[in-house]
């Protein structure tokens, strides 16, 4: 399903936008950077669903550019029979930034899908935005191309939410198989909550107007099926072609939350984007992981840019910044077998008569600590007792991203010195270390945490052998 914020520069309290959520997954989630690349010609990628998804289609090629650029991603092992890797969407050198999130189509356009659907996956437009997109209205732009040359799987409707440091759009792609899609503009005074995609009213002139987009059959198609007449009003695209109720109230409740927050003096804070992601009314088990991204300017240096990383739902663990300029991830945060889909039927060696299939996880890997593992058994062990043990971890959380921050601007300003000095390879190492020893301290702390926590909540109250989450309640 998924969940996304967006809100505008001029609501801020550093005059700068941003944009964050998390994935609601529940396969391995882990941290990548993939570095610019270049590709040959008439180089094409693969895209789409299998005929052993929940919702069938075929897999298809469409072209590949030359070049891609370079981002940041989490990446998943399984969803709804999706060929992995998957994304819900990251941050690239160029400060585009993307978010993915569920948004359901209607039953009529969910019927009328065809079982040999072909064309990118809510996953791979994600993956294309990030990969080929300098703004975010090129996104917008590049969505709806794809879709109407090759197409569009779909598992029922989707949107996704791509912002730079001017503006955002909210885009949502409509099962069906009749290349439907819209797009609405956000500006710098905008704030914006997804879970799921949402647009509601747009005029009949749409195509005309800067803050829309879409199909130029959007509203025809609706008239042709019978399921709009001009008479019937304004069209409204969530009653006619989504769900039909509009904002959902977790929804509501965090637009109208973040909108009290920009009225105070100073306006949204970074501190106030980690809580709309971490609150426990809207955060839990099914929160694979978070992201935060500070939509900076377009003048800022790639290597600069910056995204802010909770291993799992931020309610157990805390958002740790990791530069676009590092030169690795490092392996406690990369795929382990840990929840990856297909690895519990293989080996990490090639088994014993030399014929079984080999993991994908390469050994030494396998070896270091899986960030998602100790996080996840946090996440547990604070459920169970989120009266007694929530007080007391949030707080560290808040304090380690408070550190965080305050060492971040020292760490920028240091690598910018050295990038414009032309030492690119200091500003590099520079980074790396920063952003790999705040993440590890914290995996430490979280480990510290996990082994206090487990013992005195034995004391205290024993393990339960009942199924079923004792986690705060949640609006969704």
């Known amino acids: ?120 996956s809510y996953s791979d437009l994600a993956r294309l935005v990030l990969e080929r997109c300098r703004t975010a209205r090129e996104g917008v732009e590049l969505i709806g191309d794809l879709i109407a040359r090759h197409g569009e799987s779909t598992y029922g409707g989707n949107s996704h939410l791509i912002a730079d440091a001017d503006e955002a759009w909210v885009v949502i792609e409509f099962a069906g198989g009749a290349g439907l899609w819209v797009a609405e503009r956000l500006g710098s005074l905008s704030i914006r909550v997804s879970r799921p995609g949402y647009i509601g009213i747009i005029p009949a002139d749409f195509l005309d107007r800067d803050y829309f987009a879409g199909a130029p059959h959007l509203v025809d198609f609706a008239i042709e099926h019978g399921w709009y007449r001009t008479s019937d009003g304004p069209f409204d695209v969530n009653a006619v072609y989504g769900d039909g109720k509009g904002r959902w109230e977790g929804v509501a409740w965090m637009e109208e939350q973040l909108t009290e927050r920009a009225a105070l003096p100073g306006g949204i804070t970074l501190e106030d984007i980690f809580w709309a992601v971490r609150t426990d009314r809207l955060t839990g088990d099914t929160s694979g992981y978070g992201q935060v991204v500070p939509l900076l300017p377009a003048d800022e240096h790639g290597d600069l840019r910056v995204l802010w990383h909770a291993v799992v739902g931020p309610v157990a663990a805390p958002f740790t910044p990791v530069l676009l300029g590092v030169r690795q991830v490092e392996p406690e945060f990369a795929q382990h077998r840990y929840l990856t889909a297909g690895e519990s039927s293989v080996f990490v060696s090639s088994g014993l008569d030399g014929g079984a299939p080999e993991s994908a996880i390469p050994p030494a890997v396998e070896a270091t600590r899986s960030a998602v593992a100790v996080y996840k058994r946090l996440m547990y062990l604070l459920a169970e007792h989120h009266e007694v043990f929530l007080p007391e971890v949030l707080p560290v959380w808040e304090a380690v991203e408070r550190r965080c921050a305050a060492g971040l601007g020292a760490a920028i300003e240091s690598a910018r010195l050295l990038l414009d000095a032309g030492r690119a390879d200091l500003a590099e190492g520079l980074l790396t270390r920063f952003s790999s020893t705040e993440m590890l301290n914290a995996l430490n702390l979280a480990e510290a945490m996990v082994s206090s926590m487990d013992a005195r909540s034995r004391v205290l109250f024993d393990v339960r052998t009942s199924r079923g989450w004792r986690g705060p309640e949640i609006l969704w």
Do not use: C
């Not at 070049?67 to 092992?77: D, I, M, P, Q």
């Not at 994304?87 to 930034?97: D, Q, S, T, W, Y």
């Open 1 to 120: 399903m998924s969940y996304a914020v967006y809100v505008g520069k001029e609501l801020t309290a550093d005059g700068f936008g941003f944009l964050a959520g998390y994935g609601d997954e529940p396969s391995s989630h882990w941290l990548e950077l993939v570095p610019r690349n270049s590709h040959e010609a008439h180089a094409v990628i693969e895209v789409g669903v299998t005929p052993a998804a929940d919702m069938p289609g075929i897999r298809s090629s469409i072209p590949q550019l030359p070049e891609t650029f370079r981002h940041l991603r989490v990446s998943y092992s399984a969803f709804l029979g999706f060929p992995a890797p998957l994304i819900n969407g990251g941050l690239n050198e160029h400060g585009v930034a993307v978010r993915d999130v569920w948004s359901a189509s209607s039953p009529w356009l969910i019927a009328l899908t065809p079982p040999d659907q072909h064309g990118p």
